[in-house]
């Protein structure tokens, strides 16, 4: 093993392989042979073994354990194939030496690696680089392909390199390569060196004559327009097209103002429009009509007019969002021209939600931004934020300094043993309410109750059976430490988080929690002084579960009161067999496996209303298909696309029951294994893509085969975006 003089004085061994105390650089066969807290360490690894793929695998803890990891050295190693996803968004890794024999590296393998810099060398025995390996690697400047073993270049494989100056290509042979393999790079700044003699082959190949001569895009027309979630009803009406590429006007009421500035981002980014005030001719229109129902909308386009009328401005925003994968709807993500057509369209559900969980591992305000933008071109209207649990605090509480002064900074989440810090300011979400409602999307806290709040129980013991004082948890799980029902100041607690909650999102709806403080936790109000005086004071110490149960009814029934009258919202909550019965008009979520049914008839009996997000459909975080990351976690199971896609949200109960108890449906993203802006997108789609569609198009108009048949299209609209999903399905 190599060290330097300092390291060489503190060694450690470990399985046979001597490392460094600090372990900034690791030289060994196996990084799985290698401690936790050297893999935290390192820098700089060079590995020599034959290197494992799946699993736990060596480039499963590359990419998650050795978050620091700078530099990697494969060239000794043996593999034959680097799998997908190998070092998917590993952003301080600066550079990679590949295997001598590699013969093929696999989708997203580096994807956003923003930090790999200066020359990438393929080695000359690789015969594949796969779609969007190398996309967003923005630092790289030269890429070199070897002479005759490359046979194919994938889609987006090299897009985004906003650095890049040269490009070798060994081969007399163009290989094939993708059209789209080098996207958004400006190729008057990239020189592409090929063997003398064969510059007339690559002029005229696919994916390589872009880097030649004259590169004035001439714009395809759309066919057939790609849409997702389907319309309701979409009719191409025949007539010649509406083209863009002349002189084009916007009319607009002034209350439309934001639906104007988001119709012209969406013409600079998919045409060659020439937007003009008060220009003759052509026009867009966007209009408020009554008689439609708030969000619903309709678009219509002539030879000379688009015109979309929605009941509401957020209609009108759905209408654009439709308008921009029509024209989004081409081999190359932009348009000349589109075919005449009318639309009628509306939302089949209220609340189209999708949830994130700065929780676990912290996401910063500008990664949601991001998130929002994304989700609600697919007509989302809500982000659930989890903002506390266990293992963090993650929002302001003025009243409660030490919630953000304390219980925001950890190391560790399971294996991963990475510092994980962070919280938002009061300000920063105020911005980020103002910013989500530009795209017509609520922004809903969450703060749990009475469990998953070891963190807040860190900082203020007091809250807890025995003021007991316990350290923020490191790994998932279920704590048994509660908030106690019979200590007062857990009352003053909430009562100030949730007025503090209530000023700063004006979203009608507070989730509360509730999952998982059951037995065996509840049992932890069983031996509590406080608990049992407030037991006998109600008059409820009987049975030892249902005294529990009843205190738990007692806790949500203050929580609930204060929420409603004081701050005219709405409680929600993670059902649970534990709430035998719900207050009238809350939200419910029907989350659990195989529970659906009992969390519906729960809803109906009590006069509540239901969430559906059952996990064997709506958990994101779990792996797409087996081997998809993430390939290790807690034992999640596989939630594949086409059973995300066949969710009925009626349940098969009915139109009764749709209109009367059905609020929504939502999808989850639990981030215990989720470690980068990128991850979420990733594993969020295309499975948010399938619940959108779930939410929004009529049932009757549904179809898995069309569904696959236009999902291509919008995937391949996110990578030119930079936005990765799972291909694996």
């Known amino acids: 093993m190599k060290t330097n003089f300092l390291s060489a004085l503190f060694l450690i061994s470990l399985g046979g392989v001597v490392l460094p105390l600090s372990a900034q650089r690791i030289d060994t066969t196996h990084i799985t042979l290698c401690s936790p807290k050297a893999k935290a360490a390192v820098r700089e690894v060079r590995l020599t073994g034959q290197l494992t793929t799946r699993g736990n695998s060596d480039f499963r ?27 998917h968004s590993r952003h301080r890794l600066q550079s990679v030496v590949l295997p001598e024999q590699l013969k093929s590296i696999g989708r997203q ?9 200066g020359e990438l060398r393929i080695p000359p025995t690789v015969c594949e680089v796969g779609t969007a390996a190398f996309s967003g690697c923005a630092r790289l400047t030269e890429i070199n392909l070897p002479a005759d073993s490359l046979q194919r270049i994938g889609d987006f ?33 990239v020189r592409l060196e090929v063997p003398r003699g ?32 389907q319309p309701a009803l979409l009719t191409l009406t025949g007539g010649e097209g509406f083209c863009f590429d002349r002189k084009i006007s916007i009319e607009a009421a002034p209350e439309l103002n934001n639906e ?21 001719g052509a026009r867009i229109r966007l209009l408020l009509q009554s008689g439609l129902e708030s969000e619903a909308y309709r678009l219509s386009v002539s030879a000379d007019e688009i015109c979309i009328r929605g009941g509401s401005a957020a209609g009108v925003f759905y209408g654009l969002m439709t308008l921009d994968q029509v024209m989004a709807s081409t081999p190359v993500g932009r348009c000349a021209s589109i075919p005449q057509m009318a639309v009628v369209d509306g939302p ?25 933008a994304e989700m609600a071109r697919y007509k989302y209207n809500a982000l659930h934020l989890h903002l506390v649990d266990d293992q963090a605090w993650r929002i302001e509480i003025k009243a409660f300094p030490r919630l953000v002064e304390q219980g925001t900074a950890r190391v560790g989440m399971d294996d991963m043993q990475m510092p994980i810090s962070g919280y938002y300011t009061q300000a920063e979400m105020r911005e980020l309410v103002a910013f989500a ?33 316990v350290p923020i948890r490191t790994t ?137 997000c059952p996990g064997e459909y709506c958990y994101f975080d779990y792996p797409m298909a087996a081997g998809d990351m993430p390939e290790v976690n807690w034992g999640m199971p596989i939630n594949p696309l086409q059973r995300t896609y066949s969710l009925d949200p009626a349940w098969g109960m009915g139109n009764d029951f749709e209109k009367t108890n059905l609020a929504g449906v939502a999808g989850t993203l639990w981030s215990e294994c989720i470690n980068s802006a990128e991850r979420v997108h990733y594993q969020a789609y295309p499975r948010a893509l399938a619940l959108a569609e779930v939410a929004w198009t009529p049932q009757s108009v549904r179809s898995w085969s069309d569904f696959a048949r236009r999902l291509p299209y919008v995937q391949a609209d996110q990578l030119r975006r930079g936005i990765c999903g799972s291909q694996a399905w």
């Open 348 to 372: 089949r559900l209220g609340l189209r939600e999708l949830m994130v969980d700065p929780a676990r591992i912290f996401r910063p305000v500008d990664d949601l931004k991001a998130f929002i």
């Open 109 to 117: 393998a580096f994807f956003a690696c923003d930090s790999l810099q």
């Open 198 to 229: 064969s510059e007339r082959a690559y002029r005229a190949a696919e994916g390589w004559k872009c880097f030649f001569g004259d590169r004035t895009e001439t714009l395809p027309e759309v066919v057939m327009p790609v849409v997702i979630p």
């Open 476 to 612: 998932c799980g279920v704590s048994n430490e509660l908030l106690c029902p019979g200590e007062p100041f857990v009352y003053e607690f909430l009562g100030k988080v949730f007025a503090e909650l209530a000023d700063i999102f004006p979203s009608p709806y507070v989730h509360l929690g509730g999952d998982e403080a059951g037995m065996p936790p509840l049992a932890a109000w069983t031996e509590c002084d406080k608990c049992k005086a407030l037991k006998r004071s109600l008059g409820i110490d009987r049975d030892v579960r249902d005294d529990n149960h009843h205190l738990q009814k007692y806790l949500f029934d203050r929580v609930i009161d204060t929420l409603r009258t004081v701050h005219g919202k709405t409680p929600m909550f993670w059902y649970e067999t534990d709430f035998r019965e719900i207050q009238p008009g809350c939200i419910t979520f029907a989350w659990r496996h195989g529970l659906t049914e009992a969390a519906i008839r729960a809803a109906q009996s009590n006069g509540a209303r239901i969430m559906l």
């Open 61 to 87: 803890q590359l990419r998650d354990l050795c978050w620091q990891l700078a530099r990697l050295d494969l060239s000794a190693a043996r593999v034959a194939h680097i799998p997908d996803n190998a070092l």
């Open 260 to 280: 104007r500035t988001h119709c012209l981002r969406i013409l600079e980014q998919r045409t060659e429009a020439r937007v003009q005030t008060g220009a003759k």
């Open 437 to 469: 409602a530009r795209y017509h999307v609520q922004l809903i806290p969450e703060i749990e109750l009475p469990g998953h709040e070891v963190a807040a129980i860190h900082c203020y013991p007091q809250l807890t059976c025995g003021g007991k004082h």
């Open 157 to 189: 494989a090299f897009s985004r390199l906003t650095s890049l100056r040269r490009v070798r290509v060994g081969s007399a042979v163009p290989p094939v390569c993708a059209p789209t393999a080098f996207e958004g790079i400006d190729l008057r700044r």
